[in-house]
């Protein structure tokens, strides 16, 4: 049984950068055909898919990223941890959401979710 | 707003059928898999439906999804009031090379 479990912090000051991991259980961060995704839920913006991770045929990783936190987001995995990470830089209170990671399988769907992390970005 | 349009609530009577919509582009449903998620407060969301149509071990047969062009559906048959809960939508963009969903629907059991 797959599980994701999230971490990091509650709290982040503007302008500072959010950093957050999902260790998994049950499944390899490098097996070819998975993707490991980050999602974010507001009240104002709804599910939002902030990107993803995963490693290609020739062992390279590639990755994804939503165009709205292209410029400040960084997701990265970790094989001898079986983790992966999200860090997002410059936030504003605008980014105060919940955030979840996720497994992604081909074509193109989550089907294991972290309980999700509730981030405030406030002073 | 989302790229894929949902409706923001639909209801029925237990016992009912309702349907919901996900109205997207040629660059998303247009040429790709929709997967469908129900999400109940304070928790994460759960996969419904994946690949336009497949349901995963474990989900009941009341529920259905389809597509047709940029348009895809899902189905809820014998509403019942655990089913009260918010539905979700999403497809990857070719375009944008970028995930989507569309703004979620809620619905209610009268």
């Known amino acids: 049984q797959v599980q994701l479990q999230q971490s990091g912090p509650g709290l982040v000051k503007p302008s500072q950068t959010l950093s957050l991991t999902c260790v998994i259980s049950g499944d390899s961060v490098s097996r070819d055909g998975t993707a490991w995704n980050w999602i974010r839920q507001s009240p104002s913006r709804g599910l939002e898919w902030l990107g993803r991770?995963?490693?290609?045929?020739?062992?390279?990783?590639?990755?994804d990223y939503a165009e709205s936190v292209k410029s400040r987001v960084i997701i990265n995995s970790d094989s001898s941890k079986n983790q992966f990470s999200l860090q997002l830089t410059s936030v504003t209170p605008g980014d105060t959401s919940v955030y979840y990671c996720?497994?992604?399988?081909?074509?193109?769907?989550?089907?294991?979710w972290g309980k999700g992390t509730t981030v405030t970005v406030s002073s | 707003q989302s790229v894929l349009t949902q409706p923001p609530s639909v209801s029925a009577a237990p016992g009912q059928m309702v349907t919901i919509s996900c109205s997207g582009g040629?660059?998303?449903?247009?040429?790709?898999?929709v997967s469908w998620y129900q999400q109940f407060p304070g928790t994460a969301p759960k996969l419904l439906i994946s690949a336009n149509d497949k349901r995963p071990s474990g989900i009941p047969d009341r529920f259905s999804g389809s597509k047709s062009g940029t348009s895809a559906t899902l189905g809820i048959t014998g509403l019942q009031t655990g089913d009260e809960a918010d539905y979700y939508c999403g497809a990857w963009d070719s375009g944008l090379s970028a995930g989507l969903f569309g703004g979620g629907t809620k619905v209610t059991v009268l």
């Open positions: 991770t995963y490693s290609s045929s020739n062992s390279k990783w590639r990755t």
């Open positions: 996720a497994r992604g399988l081909r074509p193109f769907y989550m089907d294991v």
């Open positions: 040629s660059t998303n449903i247009g040429n790709n898999y």
